[in-house]
Structure formats: structure tokens, C-alpha cells
């Protein structure tokens, strides 16, 4: 069975500190994606990133970057330079290959709350 | 511009009601997802579609009934059997097999 552990239930910071987000998964497919999702006070998901099991390069966008470990399961997620516009609920979620006519499914950790102050 | 438009974003339920949320797609996509959000918990899929007139059950689809009439369309019924309706309700759509695009949510309150 697939699982998502964010262990980071709040995360508090002042303006321009850098955060790191955890994110541990489960799986035992061999192939999967891995996911980054950014909800604001808004409600909507937007989606941020979706990475392979193949693929361990680290990514940065902007002040975005993610840190994909294979050996420790894990998909960090860190914002450089933290922004009042930043505080939302982050989640990472996990889904299995796409095998033709089957839904794969997603599976969501329960989001870590990160709160930006001025 | 291309989206996914729920309607109402806020619903309020009275006990043993059905209602009926709205989900409107114009992104051309086959799939279509919903759902349920609790406060500290992640998302759980209530149904998805792959293709009209067909639907699936997720993993909490006791107490909600969906339809698939229009490509364009995925809307979802609350019933009275649902003992704990109250919750934030997202809708998604994809391409199948590709990253789901996520509407902006209709927040559901028992009265």
C-alpha cells in the first residue's frame, strides 16, 4: 500500500528564512511520481512539481527547490528566502505509473501548514 | 481562459437533505475526480471517471452518487446517508495518466 508521511504538522517563520518541508513515502512500485501541491487560504490545489523515480536530479525554481532521495524514500521541498505570499498548506502526494485504462491512484500526506510572518 | 469551476463555494446542508455540488471542466479533459477534504487531513478520493457515462468508486464513496452525462461535467450528490458530510469538497481533472488540475473547492456545512 502506498503512504505519505509529512510529519510537519505547522511550520512558523519570519519572512526571508528558508524552510524545508519533509515528506517521506511508501511504496512498492518501482515505478511512481512524486508530487508537490500548494494550497492557499483560497482552497484551490496548484500544483508545483511532479518528479519520477527515475529521476533524482534535484530541482530548484526560483525559490523553490526539491531534494529527491531514492535510498530514504524522501522528497524535501525548501523555499529560499521565505515570502508572506508563501504561507499556505503544502502537500505531497504520490501516485503509482499510469497503466493504461486504470485510474492510478494518489496518494496525499495531510499537509503541513507553513505560516510566513512579516 | 481554460479551468475547473465549482459551484457554490460555500453550501449549507440540512440533516437528511441531499445536495448536489457542481463541477464544470472546459479543459478537455476525459478524467474526472472528487474529493474530501477534513481539517489536518489530506485528500480522499470519493469517485473519478474516466469517460463518460462512466464512473468509479474511490476510497469513501458511502452516502455520495455521481454522474457523468457531459465530458464537461462531474457533479457530485451529497445523500442523507452520508453521516458526516460536513467538509471541504475538491474537484480535479486530467488528461489520463497526467498531473490533475484542482478546482477551487465548495465548503459543505451540516445545519
Known amino acids: 500500500a502506498q503512504k505519505v508521511t509529512q510529519a510537519q504538522t505547522e511550520i512558523s517563520v519570519v519572512e526571508k528564512e528558508d524552510v524545508t518541508l519533509d515528506c517521506v513515502y511508501e511504496?512498492?512500485?518501482?515505478?511512481?511520481?512524486l508530487f508537490w501541491y500548494k494550497q492557499p487560504p483560497s482552497g484551490e490545489l496548484v500544483f508545483l512539481i511532479r518528479r519520477n523515480s527515475f529521476d533524482e536530479q534535484n530541482e530548484i525554481s526560483g525559490r523553490y527547490s526539491w531534494n529527491f532521495q531514492k535510498s530514504t524514500s524522501s522528497f524535501n521541498f525548501t523555499i529560499t528566502a521565505s515570502q508572506v505570499v508563501d504561507s499556505a498548506v503544502y502537500f505531497c502526494?504520490?501516485?503509482?505509473?499510469?497503466?493504461?485504462?486504470?485510474?492510478?491512484?494518489?496518494?496525499f500526506g495531510k499537509g503541513t501548514l507553513l505560516t510566513v510572518n512579516p | 481562459d481554460g479551468g475547473i469551476t465549482q459551484s457554490p463555494k460555500y453550501l449549507f446542508r440540512k440533516e437528511g437533505q441531499n445536495v448536489t455540488l457542481s463541477c464544470e471542466q472546459n479543459?478537455?479533459?476525459?478524467?474526472m475526480y472528487w474529493y474530501r477534504q477534513d481539517p489536518g487531513q489530506g485528500l480522499r478520493l470519493i469517485y473519478y471517471?474516466?469517460?463518460?457515462?462512466?464512473?468509479q468508486k474511490g476510497d469513501i464513496a458511502e452516502g455520495y452518487s455521481v454522474s457523468r452525462e457531459k465530458k464537461e461535467s462531474f457533479p457530485l450528490t451529497v445523500t442523507s446517508a452520508q453521516k458526516n458530510p460536513t467538509a471541504f469538497y475538491l474537484c480535479?481533472?486530467?488528461?489520463?495518466?497526467?498531473?490533475?488540475?484542482f478546482g477551487s473547492g465548495t465548503r459543505l456545512t451540516v445545519v
Open positions: 511504496t512498492r512500485d518501482t515505478t511512481y511520481y
Open positions: 471517471s474516466q469517460i463518460v457515462n462512466d464512473f
Open positions: 480535479a481533472s486530467s488528461i489520463l495518466g497526467q498531473t490533475r488540475t
Open positions: 502526494a504520490l501516485s503509482e505509473a499510469f497503466s493504461g485504462g486504470s485510474n492510478y491512484k494518489l496518494t
Open positions: 479543459l478537455n479533459h476525459d478524467a
